[in-house]
């Protein structure tokens, strides 16, 4: 029986690769002489950004989605967290990086396949839902709905098997 998962994923090498770039070009920037701007990539996926006011912040922001726009890294993935002060003057920002479906997007798509009646039985297992249907074209005609129904989210479609 042919099936596919629905998953959240982002490339994990690329993402380092573009944190990279963006603190090389922070630190060669003259805009940002002196200042303590940078971006830190945690264990847990979770960005931290440092800067020394908000304009900056919003700086840095902006060239780390650029340089993730050009690595193929869809920015829908990001979740900007509260605005806290740190020591002094400086600021940080998390943000969130996704990964895996959360049990109430689960749901969205699983009941936004079967309410078009398609003939694919969706199944919620951890932070994946597969689809499985007795044909391929019905698992295509899924993947196209939930490309239409579903854009606040970049989705992956992964392990089509036959």
């Given at each position: ?10 490339d ?51 060239l ?99």
């Amino acid at each position: 029986m042919p099936s596919f998962d629905v998953t959240i994923e982002v490339d994990k090498v690329e993402l380092k690769n573009a944190i990279d770039q963006s603190n090389k070009e922070i630190s060669n920037r003259f805009d940002f002489k002196g200042s303590d701007a940078r971006i830190e990539l945690s264990d847990d996926e979770t960005l931290s950004i440092f800067a020394d006011d908000e304009f900056k912040m919003d700086q840095v922001y902006d060239l780390m989605i650029s340089k993730m726009a050009k690595r193929k890294i869809d920015v829908r993935s990001l979740a900007k967290q509260k605005l806290e002060k740190i020591s002094g003057d400086k600021l940080k920002q998390s943000v969130a990086v996704l990964s895996g479906i959360d049990k109430e997007l689960a749901k969205k798509i699983v009941r936004t396949v079967k309410d078009q009646k398609l003939k694919a039985q969706g199944s919620i297992q951890g932070d994946v839902v597969r689809f499985s249907g007795s044909k391929r074209d019905i698992l295509q005609s899924v993947i196209s709905l939930l490309k239409t129904e579903i854009t606040e989210l970049p989705l992956q479609y992964k392990n089509f098997r036959d």
